[in-house]
């Protein structure tokens, strides 16, 4: 099985800056591509930002320009840097990972979540 497990969260003041860390481990033989989701209160889970092991980003249009997606391959780890963070930007943030196990058996899995809220 593969396991994620975020780093980061909590209570920023609007226009702040967070960074969030998810590391993968397990029998991982690849990592296809690593992402971020967050869930609101009320609202359905959302893609914030997703890289690929080669680099390719794609953000949400409601975080373009303010977050940073990266990634470091040897350590199986994506980050995400948060700027000018608004209150909208309240909820609850998960990692994801989907690749290939070493018996080469895909898999997707998903970090617990931590909460980032936005508030003065």
């Known amino acids: 099985q593969v396991q994620l497990v975020e780093s980061g969260g909590g209570l920023v003041q609007p226009g702040g800056s967070l960074s969030l860390s998810c590391a993968a481990s397990g029998s991982i033989f690849s990592i296809v591509a690593m992402g971020w989701y967050r869930q609101a209160p009320g609202k359905q889970r959302e893609l914030v930002a997703t890289i690929t092991s080669g680099g390719s980003t794609n953000y949400a249009d409601s975080v373009k320009g303010r977050f940073t997606i990266s990634r470091d391959n040897a350590l199986n780890t994506v980050y995400l840097q948060m700027n000018s963070v608004k209150p909208e930007d309240t909820a609850v943030y998960y990692c994801?990972?989907?690749?290939?196990?070493?018996?080469?058996?895909?898999?997707?899995?998903w970090g617990q979540g931590t909460q980032v809220t936005v508030s003065s």
């Open positions: 994801n990972a989907q690749g290939y196990s070493d018996s080469f058996k895909r898999f997707g899995s």
